[in-house]
């Protein structure tokens, strides 16, 4: 079994910052990418970031030049730095895994989910 614990959601002001932060655990071979997804409500969930074992990183066009994501290899866990919130990035963030946890046995694990509220 695979866990993601996110932390690091809460409220804030339009222009202001906030970081996240996801940590897996369990039966884990390797980890192949770590990403970030949101939900606004009444919408579809969408790609925020996700950055892979090659620390290769793709961003959502809406996100770019704002958000940093980055991992800490060595505590199997990823961050997503915020900057510069709009009301528009608030929505309930997920974080994603895709996860080898033997020889040709690969996982897709998901975080509960933390609430990012930007306030105008």
């Known amino acids: 079994q695979v866990q993601l614990v996110e932390s690091g959601g809460g409220s804030v002001q339009a222009g202001g910052s906030l970081r996240l932060s996801c940590a897996a655990s369990?039966?884990?071979?390797?980890?192949?990418?770590m990403g970030w997804y949101r939900q606004a409500p009444g919408k579809q969930r969408e790609l925020v970031a996700v950055i892979t074992s090659g620390s290769s990183t793709t961003y959502a066009d809406s996100v770019k030049g704002r958000f940093t994501i980055n991992g800490d290899n060595a505590k199997n866990t990823v961050y997503l730095q915020m900057n510069s919130l709009k009301p528009e990035d608030t929505a309930v963030y997920y974080c994603d895994a895709e996860i080898t946890i033997s020889i040709n046995a690969e996982v897709d694990a998901w975080g509960a989910g933390t609430l990012v509220t930007v306030s105008s």
């Open positions: 369990g039966s884990i071979f390797s980890i192949n990418a």
